[in-house]
């Protein structure tokens, strides 16, 4: 496991300030076992292995009446909603002053789907062309793909034009609203 070394041994490490973040949610069955491995642990023999401990606490929430698991359900709850209404108050400035790029990605994404940041435009008509398709469900993505890229291929510069006008238009729209949270 990986931990962090403290600032006074290396001072030119600069920690994230969103290591404050607060971890995801678990759900019921989590909360669960993070209660129950140790209780089910003590009554089991010294060495027994952990897959078989694991086994145990399963079959004992597996057998677990519904009022109880209700509990565990209420717990996982209302960390959701702990969790989410961090990200619904946390400064969007969040997203500029890290520098870890999996954190980032994570905040974006998280802001995103709260509504907080508009959703990002396609890169191309394209792309825009793709993301309207409807796939056949019989096929592979990659062939999906594929019969998208020769219908793209095959519609008239009138089209593709207009395609590429409405993704510039999308993006003028993305930029200026972007400026607009993050410059009040």
């Not at 993070?34 to 209780?39: I, K, L």
């Not at 717990?75 to 870890?100: G, M, R, V």
Request: one cysteine or more; charged letters at 30%; glycine letters at 2%.
């Amino acid at each position: 496991m990986l931990r962090r070394i403290p600032t006074v041994i290396c001072p030119h490490i600069h920690h994230s300030p969103l290591s404050s973040l607060p971890k995801k949610p678990s759900n019921p069955y989590i909360h669960y076992v993070s209660e129950n491995f140790p209780v089910v642990k003590s009554k089991l023999p010294p060495n027994t292995p952990g897959k078989d401990i694991m086994r145990s606490v399963a079959e004992s929430w597996k057998s677990l009446p519904a009022a109880r698991k209700a509990v565990y359900e209420r717990k996982a709850l209302a960390e959701a909603q702990q969790y989410d209404n961090f990200f619904k108050t946390a400064s969007l400035h969040l997203l500029f002053e890290t520098e870890d790029k999996k954190e980032k990605k994570h905040l974006k994404k998280r802001f995103e789907e709260l509504g907080r940041l508009p959703k990002k435009p396609p890169l191309s008509g394209y792309n825009l062309y793709v993301s309207r398709q409807k796939g056949n469900p019989q096929l592979s993505a990659p062939e999906n793909l594929k019969i998208f890229a020769q219908n793209y291929k095959n519609l008239g510069e009138m089209e593709k034009t207009r395609l590429n006008k409405e993704v510039q238009i999308m993006k003028e729209s993305y930029e200026k609203r972007m400026h607009q949270l993050l410059n009040p």
